[in-house]
T-cell receptor, first 113, second 114 residues
Framework: GEDVEQSLFLSVREGDSSVINCTYT??????LYWYKQEPGAGLQLLTY?????DMKQDQRLTVLLNKKDKHLSLRIADTQTGDSAIYFC?????????????FGQGTTLQVKP | KAGVTQTPRYLIKTRGQQVTLSCSPI?????VSWYQQTPGQGLQFLFE???????NKGNFPGRFSGRQFSNSRSEMNVSTLELGDSALYLC?????????????FGPGTRLTVL
């Protein structure tokens, strides 16, 4: 079945850029998502990208998609302490009849002041 | 527009009991999915409902069941609780399965089984 993998931890200084990486196995994944989870909270949708796009920018967030390598990244510019959280990459399968998401393990982002 | 709501937010049960969790989707959304989040297994898909029908089911035992009502609200039930069922249960809603719309998650129900 489909698998999504992420590195587990990233530490950056406030004001630096953060880059969180994700790889997925199903080349027919149609939609790829980034969610943020703060302690004790649910998942907050940050951004998403369709498989026919290479890049999407949304304010401080930039998503890059390399379909050939099945690699997705999330860049957060000017990282703030409020960005400290767990970031999940998720892929939606090829079937048009399901919204089932396959999640990575999550990357804990630590932002040091 | 109100977000996805889940009740209760916290639950403590003992082994062998059963539990029912509730999810109200965003107004106008007709698809509801459930996920289990644990430290060991991460986020795992439980099931997906649309128009009161289960459209997809994850790899969980039959003790886990769900349903959806005509107003799109959904409930999930876990019978004969085990210690390993302790988890954060997240509900997500979208317009329809497979739509271009994204899924929005609720705050979750934290279930503790003692």
């Amino acid at each position: 079945g489909e698998d999504v993998e992420q590195s587990l931890f990233l530490s950056v200084r406030e004001g630096d850029s953060s880059v969180i990486n994700c790889t997925y196995t199903d080349s027919s994944s149609t939609y790829l998502y980034w969610y943020k989870q703060e302690p004790g909270a649910g998942l907050q949708l940050l951004t998403y990208i369709f498989s026919n796009m290479d890049m999407k920018q949304d304010q401080r967030l930039t998503v890059l998609l390399n379909k050939k390598d099945k690699h997705l990244s999330l860049r957060i510019a000017d990282t703030q302490t409020g960005d400290s959280a767990i970031y999940f990459c998720a892929a939606r399968g090829a079937s048009s009849n399901t919204g089932k998401l396959i999640f990575g393990q999550g990357t804990t982002l630590q932002v040091k002041p | 527009k109100a977000g996805v709501t889940q009740t209760p937010r916290y639950l403590i049960k003992t082994r062998g009991q059963q539990v029912t969790l509730s999810c109200s989707p965003i107004s106008g959304h007709r698809s509801v999915s459930w996920y289990q989040q644990t430290p060991g297994q991460g986020l795992q898909f439980l099931f997906e409902y649309f128009s009161e029908t289960q459209r997809n089911k994850g790899n969980f035992p039959g003790r886990f069941s769900g349903r959806q009502f005509s107003n799109s609200r959904s409930e999930m039930n876990v019978s004969t609780l085990e210690l390993g069922d302790s988890a954060l249960y997240l509900c997500a809603s979208s317009l329809a399965p497979g739509s271009t719309d994204t899924q929005y998650f609720g705050p979750g129900t934290r279930l503790t089984v003692l």
